[in-house]
């Protein structure tokens, strides 16, 4: 499954690993990891294929990588699916 390579990857994550997602940043008031999850799949049926019998191995994810200390999670359905407005093609 998908999200196998994810869980191979953090549960190997050392000193040696050039990202560590428990060394959280500071970023004014917020603390954030270097790392974050993009979870838009998560749900979708018609692109990635999801069923409900996937919600277990979802969980077990999550849980994952917030026990890693990964704290951002992008879910959004889509990015960029308007067309430019023609105004700003003009502008160009």
């Known amino acids: ?3 196998q390579s994810l869980f191979s990857f ?3 994550a050392t000193d040696r690993t050039a990202v560590k997602p428990n060394e959280q940043k500071q970023i ?14 998560w ?3 018609l692109l990635w294929g ?6 277990q191995e979802l969980q077990q994810l999550f849980n ?4 890693k200390g990964i704290n951002i999670f992008d879910t959004a359905d889509s ?3 308007d067309l430019i407005p023609s105004s700003t093609l003009q502008s160009a």
Do not use: C, E, F, I
């Not at 004014?28 to 799949?41: D, F, H, I, R």
């Open 10 to 12: 953090l549960s190997r």
């Open 1 to 3: 499954m998908r999200v």
């Open 50 to 55: 999801y069923d409900k019998s996937m919600d």
């Open 28 to 41: 004014g008031p917020l603390k954030v990891s270097p790392m974050g999850l993009g979870t838009w799949a």
């Open 79 to 81: 990015y960029g699916t």
């Open 64 to 67: 994952l990588v917030v026990s």
């Open 43 to 45: 749900g979708n049926q």
